[in-house]
């Protein structure tokens, strides 16, 4: 069996829903709060910098020294996010595993190499409710973690206006 390496450190994650023309992540926002915040509470984690847009979302995290686990810190939010909704379409493979399909099976996941690439991943987040055309300044998207870097005074409250995008891989 071979043996994976898992990322320590911070790490920046898409997770996406299965259908991507859903809305059902800003739909049920309290609901992925709730679900966020227990899991984080069972397994902490911090959080860096997080975007939630209506299929999918951004999150960068740091662990615990010594913990790169995760992956089931994800699999507490997309189970505790899915139950008590209603099932989606689903292959035979997930009726027998007893998967809801709302999420994708696999997310995203790249290891912050430093401070620079952070910075990159952070403009990233924020910036994805424009590049998506949900909103036309930064600011006016309310599932993100800008308002934060606002009110730490990290970033201006008009920041991204000039912006057209920003390069490099981000897992969409």
């Excluded at 898992?6 to 049920?28: P, Q, W």
């Excluded at 999918?56 to 008590?84: C, M, Q, T, V, Y």
């Amino acid at each position: 069996m071979p043996q994976y390496r898992r990322a320590t450190g911070k790490v920046f994650f898409t997770i996406v829903l299965a259908d991507r023309s859903s809305t059902l992540l800003v739909d049920e926002i309290d609901r992925l709060r709730k679900t966020y915040r227990a899991a984080q509470q069972r397994s902490p984690f911090e959080t860096i910098a997080i975007c939630i847009l209506p299929d999918h979302l951004h999150a960068i995290w740091e662990l615990p020294e010594n913990d790169s686990d995760f992956s089931s810190r994800w699999s507490l939010i997309k189970s505790g996010f899915s139950r008590g909704l209603e099932a989606r379409s689903r292959s035979i493979s997930k009726v027998v595993k007893r998967k809801k399909g709302i999420w994708q099976r696999r997310y995203w996941e790249h290891a912050i190499r430093d401070d620079a690439d952070l910075e990159r991943h952070v403009d990233y987040i924020h910036f994805n409710p424009v590049k998506h055309g949900h909103v036309s300044r930064v600011s006016d998207w309310p599932y993100s973690s800008f308002r934060r870097y606002v009110e730490q005074g990290v970033l201006a409250a008009d920041w991204g206006g000039n912006m057209r995008e920003i390069a490099g891989q981000f897992g969409e």
